[in-house]
């Protein structure tokens, strides 16, 4: 692989953790001569007065950017540098961390190896969505995790018809729906009995929130596809649509929320012995034995 020079650092959780880690890791690529921006995100929490800060835009030239944080701030920072086709390092600060793949302990060594050359590089694909009412295209979002429908400020099931490449597929009464990524797999769609889909995969999985008839189950269908969710017309409420759990708006009945897959894809940097099983056994605990407290 490539060696690195050329390095941005972007942050979202600012707290004692962060701020350590980030002043460690400016130290630490200094040494070893590396060409740093930061994103403004940095200002306040960098022991540097004389650096300047930079938007996501001025990262275009970036060999790679280092994100520090929690899966949430990989996920912000996918949806801002996919066009720019900056591929992304992730130090985890947060909790579960399937994203942000780098602990804090394993920092110094990893990011030494990586800036080195030694590293593994994989593509993860987004979705964009657009939200149309009454003919008119309202908004068009990009989400790297899933994108959500659910009712707005009603502890009330919506109806939905869900359609595929202009097929009809179902109509459903539900707390909502989620339209997940592969790499959206482990969040809320786990959550809510959808499948574990490997981020190699070609796929979307649309996935029910709470259905009022158990047969309604999650579904994969290709990502290739144009999925196509319409908030039933009769419908008492309006709903909500979120992309990443970090933006959203609302729709009213009728609305429709079209999804396909975006035509850029983000990169992610992992270290040369990334496994992604690894991950999926230490998060969620697989292999464990439980034993009882005394």
Known sequence: MTALSKIGIIVRIENSKVKDSLNFLHAQL???GADILFHTSCQGILNDNKT????FADFA?????IVIG????????SRALVDLNVPIIGINMGRLGFLVDISPHEASKKISEIFNGHYS????????????EDKEIK???????DIVISNYQHQRMIELQTFVDGRYINHERADGLIAST???STAYALSSGGPIVHPALNVLTLVPICPHSLSHRPLVISADSTIEIVLDSNSEFRAQVSFDGQSGQVINPGGCVRITRYEKTVKLIHPQDYDYFGILRAKLNWGKTLTPST
């Open 30 to 32: 200094q040494k070893l």
């Open 52 to 55: 300047r800060y930079v938007d």
């Open 61 to 65: 030239d970036r060999d790679a950017c």
């Open 70 to 77: 929690g899966d949430g701030t990989l996920l912000h920072a």
């Open 121 to 132: 590089t994989e593509e993860r694909f987004l979705f964009r969505a657009e939200v149309e």
């Open 139 to 145: 908004s068009c979002e990009l989400a790297a995790n």
């Open 182 to 184: 592969p790499t959206g």
